[in-house]
């Protein structure tokens, strides 16, 4: 049994190389559901369908525990999945909670009552359909009072990096975080809820400034998975085998994560 991580397409693959960095002993096995990327522009009807297909798929190669690398999918989807759909000794987690622990300073399961954080203005960079579902300020509103939170809908962001025109998606996020800037000038923290952004990290801290803090989810998400796994050792595979699957054309989305991830990743047919 490996462990599954799940995205709409590459951005995931940001999570699981820092997954892969701080657990190199678990064997994970990627999905990129690229042929239907991006999500962010999707009804969350849609959204939910298409996640538990891809959950469903990562379930058929022996990984009884799925990380939703995506923060679409866990704001649109991650809720209705654990409450309607997902099966007795199978686990889905998403990628918001850890971040938001970040932010507002709390350890794991720390459930007392939501207080005053040292973040007051944040600044979140998120796809249409996170922003449109409100689950970052939701999560955020039972940890912490008076934090100030301004969301940019990211519009084509996500397009552009799973064409592979870096050129484009740069300009987007200038553009993105200069519209931010103009309702929130001086944020205290920029959140990049979109896991496809750390791609472009370097990109939102220059445009942000560099006095501001970027929180970025990968190393988040495997501090908190090596967490999980540490209470939760069945989950806990005994598996070799990793693998990155895809449901778009292999050959292009290859050569997109090789471009991105800078180093040889090779995809195979879901
Ligand atoms: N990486 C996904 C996320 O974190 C991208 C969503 C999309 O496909 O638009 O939201």
């Known amino acids: 049994m490996a462990v599954g991580v799940f995205d709409s397409g ?6 699981l190389a820092a997954l892969q960095d701080r657990l190199p002993d678990v064997p994970f096995v990627y999905l990129g559901d690229n042929a239907n990327a991006p999500y962010g ?3 969350a009807d849609d959204i939910f369908d298409l996640t538990c297909q891809g959950v469903e798929r990562l379930w058929a190669e022996g990984c009884d525990l799925v990380i939703l690398a ?3 999918a866990s704001a649109a989807a991650l809720k209705r999945m654990q ?18 622990e970040a932010l507002t300073e709390r350890q794991w399961g720390d459930n007392s009552p939501p207080r005053e954080v040292s973040v007051k203005h944040v600044a979140l960079f998120a796809t249409p ?5 409100r689950a970052f300020q939701r999560e955020l509103a039972f940890r912490a009072i008076g934090v100030d939170v301004e969301a940019q809908p990211c519009g084509g962001v996500v397009d552009a990096i799973e064409a592979g025109d870096e050129i484009l998606a740069e300009a987007l996020v200038k553009s993105h975080v200069e519209a931010l800037l103009r309702r929130m000038p001086k ?4 959140v990049l809820g979109c896991t496809h952004y750390p791609l472009m990290e370097r990109v939102f801290q220059a445009a942000v400034g560099e006095g501001v803090a970027v929180y970025s989810q990968p190393r988040l ?3 908190a998975l090596e967490d999980y796994l540490v209470r939760r050792p069945e989950f806990v595979g005994a598996g070799r085998t990793q693998r990155y699957l895809t449901t778009g054309n292999v050959e292009s989305v ?3 994560a090789t471009q991105f991830l800078r180093r040889g990743v090779r995809f195979e047919a879901a």
């Open 10 to 15: 590459l951005g995931g693959l940001t999570v």
């Open 129 to 133: 359909a996170t922003v449109a579902s």
């Open 83 to 100: 409450e309607t759909w997902i099966p007795e000794g199978k686990r889905v987690l998403g990628v918001f909670v850890p971040l938001i």
């Open 187 to 190: 944020p205290d923290a920029a």
């Open 221 to 223: 998400v495997a501090a």
């Open 254 to 256: 290859s050569a997109h």
């Open 41 to 43: 522009v999707r009804t």
């Open 70 to 72: 995506c923060n679409t």
